[in-house]
């Protein structure tokens, strides 16, 4: 019974899925990539959003104790190695609680090569309060959000949305 509730109401839940989803995006597509100025977990030294202008931005927020954003890291370094030359970067923002000591040890050992920082809470405001991680912000040229990813993105669909704004 509950197969035949579920096959039947399909479309009907992938739809409440769907508006679920988007009500917990905490920025909207064309929403202007809030500006920052914040630590660099390996130097110590502040890294301004002004360095990125021009530039397409993929800014995912994520912790060391988070599986999914772990499994992410060597599709970031993938797509940091392919297209930094393109005009493109990767930033990881921190929310870990405990410090950039822990954060810097992961950028070493796993061999990090785009820019982590750390978050605090203007950051989190800004880019509408972060309620889960990983989540990703595809930034364009013009610095606008075109696009939020909630979740575990694979590789393949960050790729092919990247390039596809990037021309």
């Given at each position: 019974m509950a197969q035949y509730i579920v096959k039947r109401h399909q479309g009907l839940l992938l739809a409440c899925l769907f508006l679920l989803l988007l009500s917990v995006h905490p920025l909207q597509a064309a929403t202007r990539m809030p500006s920052f100025s914040l630590p660099d977990v390996v130097t110590g030294k502040?890294?301004?959003?002004?360095?990125?202008?021009?530039?397409?931005?993929?800014?995912?927020?994520?912790?060391?104790?988070?599986?999914?954003?772990?499994?992410?890291?060597?599709?970031?370094?993938?797509?940091?190695?392919?297209?930094?030359?393109?005009?493109?970067?990767?930033?990881?923002?921190?929310?870990?609680q405990g410090g950039d000591k822990l954060v810097k040890k992961l950028v070493e050992k796993r061999s990090i090569?785009?820019?982590?920082?750390?978050?605090?809470?203007?950051?989190?405001?800004?880019?509408?309060?972060?309620?889960?991680?990983?989540?990703?912000?595809?930034?364009?040229?013009?610095?606008n959000v075109v696009k939020t990813y909630p979740g575990y993105v694979p590789h393949i669909l960050l790729e092919n949305d990247i390039k596809r704004i990037m021309k």
């Open positions: 502040d890294i301004d959003s002004k360095i990125f202008e021009g530039k397409t931005l993929l800014i995912t927020f994520f912790a060391t104790w988070c599986s999914p954003c772990m499994q992410e890291i060597p599709d970031l370094i993938k797509l940091q190695d392919e297209l930094s030359g393109k005009g493109f970067s990767v930033i990881g923002i921190s929310v870990d090569n785009y820019p982590v920082m750390m978050a605090d809470g203007p950051i989190v405001r800004k880019f509408g309060g972060i309620r889960g991680i990983p989540i990703s912000f595809l930034i364009n040229k013009k610095g």
